[in-house]
């Protein structure tokens, strides 16, 4: 039996999730970004990324199956831009022309933390397509050992938005261990984009051991925050409420400065915007 590669995304219904109903696609298995954070890692063999089989002949047929109009966000677990395997394998230009000509309207959502989106800006104007970057601050590639860099971000989304497409910036995670200086001014750098997306770290146990490996010093501090005052929630550690929405509340007013929505994910606290993932920049 065929197994779909477009899935419902959270089929189980989180109640910390705002987003809208949308599917999820991950061209790849694994990731090749090496997040220290990454919450995705219990997928086998996650860091040893590899095409997902006969990729272009299962999601011609998921399209099939799909109601019109649908989002379709990728990806979710896995970047879509991973600068080896895009480069041999086109699985996501590949995807984008084969929904271009499916004869459906979709809505596509391209969450990634690589400036090799811009190559396939030719197929991303032609579709009601937008484009979310994570980016975590010019300090975040401490904790994001094989992304490419903070300004190499910026110029993607800046060209983006140069040719009318709708961007999301993902200030995506907050690391407590971090300065807000460098989230603010992560803002002022972009902050030509439509929305942002912001979130504060939350933790899943393999990934604050991987953090306590790489940089020792900060073992104290993510015991004492996560997981002494800290919250569990849903197999996650969380900082406790009053320092989220603290780290929150910096973003927001900050965004409301240049007049940009925010919304939070995940995070169980009101917003401002249309959406938490800027889904509300689609055309149709």
């Known amino acids: 039996m065929r197994t779909a590669l477009i899935k419902e995304f959270d089929p189980w219904k989180s109640e910390m999730c705002t987003c809208p109903k949308k599917y999820s696609l991950n061209p790849y298995t694994g990731c090749e970004h090496l997040c220290l954070y990454c919450y995705s890692t219990y997928i086998p063999k996650f860091w040893n990324p590899r095409p997902k089989k006969n990729f272009e002949k299962v999601v011609a047929k998921d399209l099939e199956r799909i109601e019109e109009n649908a989002i379709i966000c990728l990806s979710n677990s896995s970047d879509p831009y991973q600068r080896k395997l895009e480069t041999i394998y086109n699985y996501t230009r590949n995807f984008l022309r084969i929904v271009k000509d499916s004869g459906k309207r979709f809505r596509i959502m391209i969450v990634t933390k690589s400036d090799l989106v811009v190559k396939d800006l030719d197929l991303i104007k032609d579709l009601d397509c937008v484009v979310a970057m994570s980016i975590t601050g010019k300090m975040g590639k401490h904790f994001e050992l094989n992304v490419c860099g903070y300004r190499e971000r910026v110029e993607a989304l800046k060209k983006l938005s140069?040719?009318?497409?709708?961007?999301?910036?993902?200030?995506?995670?907050?690391?407590?261990?971090?300065?807000?200086?460098?989230?603010?001014?992560?803002?002022?750098?972009?902050?030509?984009?439509?929305?942002?997306?912001?979130?504060?770290?939350?933790?899943?146990?393999?990934?604050?051991?991987?953090?306590?490996?790489?940089?020792?010093?900060?073992?104290?501090?993510?015991?004492?925050?996560?997981?002494?005052?800290?919250?569990?929630?849903?197999?996650?550690?969380?900082?406790?409420?009053?320092?989220?929405?603290?780290?929150?509340?910096?973003?927001?007013?900050?965004?409301?400065?240049?007049?940009?929505?925010?919304?939070?994910?995940?995070?169980?606290?009101?917003?401002?915007?249309?959406?938490?993932?800027?889904?509300?920049?689609?055309?149709?």
């Open 162 to 284: 140069n040719e009318g497409v709708k961007i999301v910036l993902r200030l995506d995670p907050l690391i407590p261990f971090l300065s807000k200086k460098d989230w603010l001014e992560t803002i002022e750098d972009c902050n030509f984009v439509n929305h942002i997306t912001t979130s504060t770290l939350k933790l899943k146990r393999d990934a604050a051991l991987r953090i306590c490996k790489k940089y020792p010093e900060l073992k104290n501090a993510i015991m004492q925050l996560y997981f002494k005052n800290g919250e569990k929630v849903k197999g996650y550690r969380y900082l406790k409420k009053e320092i989220r929405k603290k780290m929150l509340k910096i973003v927001e007013e900050k965004a409301d400065i240049y007049g940009i929505s925010c919304g939070f994910c995940r995070e169980g606290f009101p917003f401002k915007a249309k959406s938490c993932d800027g889904s509300h920049l689609f055309k149709k």
